[in-house]
């Protein structure tokens, strides 16, 4: 099969070809119809997140149809997160945290994910996708739409909601809050007047630039670009009582600032990967609202020119690899 291989930070993915990988008991054998692209890619990438045992095929926002395996029919489709295995024991595990699991397995990091014809998958992480979307609509939803409602999920029942980076993210969740009845305040690159255009098409009540403030205080900021100047400036954006959320992977250092600005039980918190529940949650939810993805598509040769593009900013919305 072929496949986009990581062979070593700082290096561009090599096209390989590679042997079918074989599902071992528990697992599924998937076609890989199309993977979404992510901002954790490009940090993998980058070496800004590390890759513990290169090389790998990175991807983990995998569409697919069962060809074979435990506990799914053939020709099922079915999504494959970044969650690719938990120990299912630990304290975090037993607590409903299993996004903190120290033993956890990633798709695309740890475990080869779907940059690739071919993927295996733990059938217990897969999930059953909803019907309304095609393969390349759906993908986005299962990173990008994912821990973007885990961080929402963290906002409480925050009425004026910021969306600090309207990338894949922000643009899905936008419009889940907006359906949950939340007032929507999109930031987005300083003069990306297309992007504040794009933010107000799905349901943000005002859009401007991350050097502006916004219109009213908000009551939750939600972080998805990786710029940790961005932290600070949503605090300072922030209601009494208001709680920002940073909702990447890796982020560059936060710069100091006056306790005045956190006083009055402003918070900062992060999100880290999923659980299966924020997975069952959203795709249930994703027919009703309903939600809408805009993608990008690329072949798989191409995922170099995708991850650049997604670097610079150059779509809107989301990065999708069309497979087959
Ligand atoms: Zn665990
Ligand atoms: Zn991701």
């Known amino acids: 099969m072929r496949a986009m291989v990581l062979d070593a930070p700082g290096r561009p993915l090599r096209l390989a070809d590679l042997p079918d990988p074989e599902p071992r008991p528990g697992q599924v054998l998937l076609d890989v119809h199309a993977c979404g692209v992510c901002r954790t890619d490009l940090h993998l990438l980058d070496g800004e997140v590390a890759v513990p045992d290169p090389p790998v095929v990175p991807g983990h926002q995998i569409v697919g149809r069962v060809v074979a395996g435990d506990g799914f029919e053939p020709g099922t489709r079915v999504g494959v997160p970044w969650l690719g295995w938990t120990d299912g024991t630990c304290r975090f595990c037993r607590g409903g945290r299993e996004n903190l699991c120290p033993q956890a397995r990633f798709t695309g990091r740890d475990i080869d994910g779907g940059f690739a014809e071919r993927a295996v998958a733990d059938a217990r992480f897969c ?8 393969d390349l609509h759906v993908a986005p939803l ?5 821990i973007g409602y885990r961080a929402l999920r963290m906002a409480g029942d925050a009425e004026r909601v910021g969306l600090y980076g309207f990338g894949a993210s922000a643009h899905l969740l936008c419009q889940v809050a907006v359906w949950q009845g939340r007032r929507v305040f999109a930031f987005t690159r300083p ?14 009540e005002w859009a401007g630039g991350s050097d502006e403030p916004p219109p009213e205080p908000l009551d939750a900021a939600l972080i998805f670009a990786p710029a940790g100047p961005l932290v600070t400036t949503a605090l300072r954006a922030l209601e ?25 039980e402003r918070e900062i918190r992060s999100v880290a990967n999923l659980t299966r529940r924020d997975g069952e949650e959203l795709l249930a939810l994703a027919p009703r609202v309903p939600l809408r993805t805009t993608v990008t598509p690329y072949p798989l040769e191409r995922a170099n020119e995708a991850l650049d593009d997604l670097r610079h900013g150059r779509f809107e919305g989301a ?3 069309r497979i087959r």
């Open 240 to 264: 009494r009582g208001g709680v920002v959320v940073c909702a990447g992977i890796h982020m560059s250092d936060i710069p100091s600032f006056p306790y005045e600005d956190l006083w009055l």
């Open 319 to 321: 990065a999708v690899l």
């Open 142 to 146: 299962l990173c990008a739409g994912l």
């Open 191 to 204: 003069g990306d007047a297309e992007g504040q255009a794009f933010a107000c098409s799905l349901g943000a």
């Open 127 to 134: 999930f059953a996708l909803p019907e309304g979307l095609d």
